[in-house]
Structures are given as structure tokens and as C-alpha cells.
């Protein structure tokens, strides 16, 4: 019994629960390196035709590719939708 009245770890329910929760503050953790990437997108980026462009400091992700003798350019704005409305 908890002195602070939270229900038992020992129920299957709390204990999923508690796993789910070490495994996202973990990921929380990974992503404090901003020249780190967590392993999933690591391996993404390293197989992938598409070069990334990250510069700390500003809103805009870039992802470009190169295909035949034409260059794909993506561009992603990481600026909040409620951030843009003021």
C-alpha cells in the first residue's frame, strides 16, 4: 500500500503504464543533443536518398534529392500552427 494513495505497480495496467513512461522520458532524454537524432531516424537518414538540412536557429527544415538529372527540394516550416496565427 502506497502512503500516497497511488494505486499498486504490481497491476498489469500500471506496470504497462510505467514502462510506456521510462521509454518516452528516455527518448526525451536522446533528444536533448540537438546534433543527435534518436536511432529510427538515424538509420532513416543514413538509407535514405534524401539529404537533411537542419540549421539550429531557424524555422525551416529542408529535405532535397536528386534523381536522374533533376533535384527534389522539400521544405517544412517547424513553426507551430498557433505561433503563426499572432
Known amino acids: 500500500m502506497s502512503t500516497l494513495g497511488f ?3 504490481t497491476n498489469p ?3 504497462e503504464l510505467a514502462a510506456k513512461l521510462e521509454s518516452e522520458i528516455s ?3 536522446d533528444m ?3 546534433d543527435s537524432f534518436p536511432a529510427h531516424l538515424k538509420e ?3 538509407n535514405s536518398p534524401f539529404t537533411l538540412e ?3 536557429g531557424k524555422e525551416e527544415v529542408v ?3 536528386k534523381f536522374g ?3 527534389y527540394v522539400q521544405d517544412h516550416n517547424t513553426r507551430s500552427r498557433d505561433s503563426m496565427l499572432t
Open 69 to 71: 538529372d533533376e533535384q
Open 54 to 56: 537542419d540549421t539550429a
Open 32 to 34: 536533448r543533443d540537438p
Open 63 to 65: 529535405m532535397t534529392r
Open 7 to 9: 494505486p499498486s505497480l
Open 13 to 15: 495496467v500500471n506496470g
Open 44 to 46: 532513416y537518414l543514413d
Open 27 to 29: 527518448l526525451e532524454k
